[in-house]
């Protein structure tokens, strides 16, 4: 199952065009190819298969965010991180970032 998460950017490395975004408390290496010119810190993103593909509003995400927390409340610490990891692995993709 695809999931997209909306994760806030924490840093970016332009030189290889890549950012570490913070998913539910998950950092991890993402491509921003795609928004590279525009991406900043502290906005949120929705990855797909290793790669920012858009900017999303804040508030959106804020409420995105509150959701998916409600669910992942329920689940193991361990479950948590394999479905966030995961997201990243659709039909279609080459897997994590």
Do not use: W
């Amino acid at each position: 199952m695809c999931l997209s998460i909306p994760s806030r950017v924490v840093s970016i490395d332009k030189e290889k065009c890549t950012a570490i975004v913070d998913t539910l408390g998950v950092k991890r290496e993402v491509g921003i190819d795609f928004i590279a010119d525009e991406v900043k810190e502290g906005d949120f993103v929705l990855i797909h298969i290793g790669y920012a593909m858009n900017i999303i509003d804040e508030e959106y995400a804020k409420e995105s965010i509150a959701l998916y927390q409600e669910i992942i409340e329920k689940m193991e610490e361990e479950e948590r991180h394999r479905i966030i990891e995961e997201s990243d692995s659709c039909p279609g993709g080459e897997g994590g970032a």
